[in-house]
């Protein structure tokens, strides 16, 4: 299934990594934060996660299918290096501020309030770290009456609505994937970037003023966001739509249908003149194309019974190739529905070498690609760190001395601690 390959290696082949010389560091858990820093790690950053010594990530335990460790973590943190501090004696909060010192941002999804009993306001930050880009990710934002509350992924998708229109009627449903939680990561990583680029203009470019800046994203502020298509119709028509299973309430027909050989293939139009093309060319359905009821995406929808029937009983007569030869002859976009099991060995991801190798604590395990494919750069795809691996190099790192080291282990800085950060 991967393809073998050493990541360091492929790393370098085309050149340094865009984000090689950046220090990320990382005051994370869970998905959000995480899948931000590996972002930036897949593209050369330095990211320095700090984790508590009394357990690390809590998502480092959710289960131990991965080589024995948890298919979360293993998916959120390649590339990494892992740091445990006591952040809750001041010892550690010196060694934390220490390598604020020398880092060009810091990510932070902790419980909420919990970066403000650290010292780690933006206010704060601005005043002891004017240089530093710090982003925090939380669940609702700050100002709200929900401000104070925990929010995961599932608790902000329902907050938002996004549970409403997925599932079937009577039967809402979390989307599988983590929606909140990867799009917060990823509104977050494309504001580093931006505030890094703003970072290198010349004194005086026209634009904000350059140095540090604070950003907050939150899961429900986002979630709503993706539910900009279903908010945007409620608003207008003040009706909510009831989700469609497989189907779209927006488009019709676009839904899954059973095929004689017991798979499922999925058909979608988007328009008029592919609506005419499904109707005439594959169920060979003149009569509907003629049908004024389905001239208009609109009248579709309201009549979809009728087309989702006519549909099933033409795929239900055929089999999976054959209905998506005649899709792709007639320019129709389709698809088969996989299980998780499909697409580890799908035959489109072999074909482009989408699978790598990474190291683990458990050993080689294999990785998927980043989506974004960059001429000329091969994306990092560094090791999973164990807890706290690279404490000793990345104090190291700081320049200070054996006996300062030695004072803060004294004082507690990388002592044992249970933490609800």
């Not at 790192?397 to 601690?417: I, K, N, Q």
Request: proline letters at 8%; charged letters at 20%.
């Amino acid at each position: 299934m991967a393809a073998e390959s050493d990541p360091g290696a492929s790393s370098s082949a085309c050149g340094v990594p865009p984000l090689a010389g950046i220090t990320v560091v990382a005051l994370e858990q869970a998905v959000s934060a995480p899948m931000c820093t590996r972002v930036l790690a897949d593209l050369g950053a330095t990211v320095i996660k700090v984790e508590n010594p009394g357990g690390g990530d809590f998502a480092r335990h959710y289960d131990d299918v991965v080589a024995g460790q948890a298919a979360h973590f293993v998916w959120c943190n390649r590339g990494k290096k892992s740091i445990t501090i006591n952040l809750k004696n001041s010892a550690g909060l010196e060694v934390l501020h220490r390598l604020l010192d020398s880092a060009d941002v810091l990510v932070a999804n902790l419980a909420p309030g919990a970066t403000a009993r650290l010292g780690l306001t933006p206010a704060e930050l601005a005043e002891r770290h004017p240089e530093l880009i710090s982003v925090e990710i939380d669940g609702y934002g700050p100002g709200g009456p929900l401000s104070h509350k925990r929010a995961y992924d599932l608790l902000a998708q329902a907050e938002s609505g996004a549970c409403a229109i997925t599932g079937s009627p009577g039967a809402p449903a979390k989307p599988g994937p983590p929606m909140a939680d990867v799009a917060s990561g990823l509104f977050s990583a494309i504001s580093i970037l931006s505030l890094l680029l703003r970072r290198e203009r010349p004194p005086g470019s026209p634009g904000p003023a350059r140095g540090g800046a604070q950003v907050q994203v939150s899961l429900f502020d986002t979630m709503t966001e993706l539910m900009g298509y279903a908010l945007n119709y409620t608003l207008h028509t003040g009706i909510n739509q009831e989700p469609r299973g497989m189907g779209s309430p927006a488009v019709a027909p676009y839904g899954s249908y059973g095929t004689t050989d017991g798979q499922t293939v999925v058909l979608g139009t988007t328009n008029d003149r592919e609506w005419q093309r499904l109707a005439r060319d594959i169920i060979g359905r003149d009569d509907l194309a003629d049908d004024s009821r389905f001239t208009s995406n609109s009248g579709r929808v309201s009549h979809r019974e009728i087309l989702d029937e006519a549909i099933t009983d033409w795929c239900g007569r055929h089999d999976l190739a054959e209905i998506q030869k005649r899709a792709d002859d007639a320019g129709i976009g389709n698809a088969r529905y996989n299980t998780p099991l499909d697409v580890i060995d799908h035959p489109h991801l072999r074909a482009r070498d989408r699978w790598r190798t990474i190291d683990t604590p458990g050993g080689p395990v294999p990785a998927l690609l980043p989506p974004a494919v960059i001429s000329g750069v091969d994306p990092v795809m560094g090791p999973v760190p164990a807890l706290g691996e690279h404490t000793d190099s990345i104090l190291a790192a700081l320049e200070v001395t054996a006996d300062e080291v030695a004072r803060w282990h004294e004082r507690g800085a990388f002592g044992t601690v249970k933490s609800d950060l």
